[in-house]
């Protein structure tokens, strides 16, 4: 099994526990491939219940050697909101080994 650790997910259906589950397996795979390191991801699942529904709230971490990257995101459905979570998990990885090779090309247009 990958090194996925979950927190507050057992008050979920099956179906949707299932499902959230399966798309953490595959960012698992995604977010190794971008790092190229031993990673564990921790997603931390909240959820509030408002006028229309049920909220749900993930917080996210991607720990690595020396590195935590963290994201939270929000939303009345639980699949959109892990979906959120992880692009911007993937967002966060991009601009941070990215973001030097970003200002190179700006400075160039600018020439």
């Not at 993930?58 to 050697?65: K, M």
């Not at 929000?74 to 979570?85: P, Q, V």
């Not at 993937?90 to 941070?96: C, D, R």
Request: aromatic share 10%.
């Amino acid at each position: 099994m990958e090194k996925i650790e979950t927190e507050g997910f057992n008050v979920l259906e099956e179906k949707e526990k299932k499902e959230v589950l399966n798309i953490f397996n595959e960012s698992y795979k995604k977010i190794k491939e971008l790092l190229k390191n031993n990673l564990s991801l921790k997603f931390q699942l909240r959820i509030y219940e408002k006028k229309k529904g049920k909220k749900y709230s993930i917080h996210g971490e991607v720990i690595y050697p020396g590195q935590i990257i963290t994201a939270q995101a929000h939303d009345y459905d639980i699949a959109r909101t892990a979906h959120k979570l992880i692009n911007k998990i993937e967002k966060g990885i991009e601009k941070k080994f990215h973001s030097s090779d970003w200002g190179r090309e700006k400075s160039k247009m600018k020439r």
